[in-house]
Nanobody, 123 residues
């Protein structure tokens, strides 16, 4: 079965950086666009970033543009999210997602979800 396993979350001070990883198995990784969503306490899940199957195209939410970078390694079946200049508003559970469309910016484009990894940014 398909598994998306996130790692790399944790506690970081404002202004710091973290890199999230998502290891995929049970699917042909290079056939899926990949992405990251996040859900802050008491809020709905929101799109953060996605990357095309080949990795040549990326899309970001305005809230993370210029601070976060999504990348993928198809040889390792892994997608990454480099997060810089973190602030307390970035505190959330971050979810890895896989979709069959060329790219996605909403949950409607997602076929598979990971279980999430918690990122906490202290002020």
């Amino acid at each position: 079965q398909v598994q998306l396993v996130e790692s790399g979350g944790g506690l970081v001070q404002a202004g710091g950086s973290l890199r999230l990883s998502c290891a995929a198995s049970g699917l042909t990784f290079s056939s899926y666009a990949m992405g990251w969503f996040r859900q802050a306490p008491g809020k709905e899940r929101e799109f953060a970033a996605s990357i095309s199957r080949s990795g040549t195209s990326t899309i970001y939410a305005d809230s993370v543009k210029g601070r976060f970078t999504i990348s993928r390694d198809n040889a390792k079946n892994t997608v990454y999210l480099q997060m810089n200049s973190l602030n307390p508003e970035d505190t959330a559970v971050y979810y890895c997602a896989a979709g069959t469309l060329l790219y996605f910016t909403s949950a409607r484009g997602v076929a598979y979800w990971g279980k999430g990894t918690l990122v906490t940014v202290s002020s």
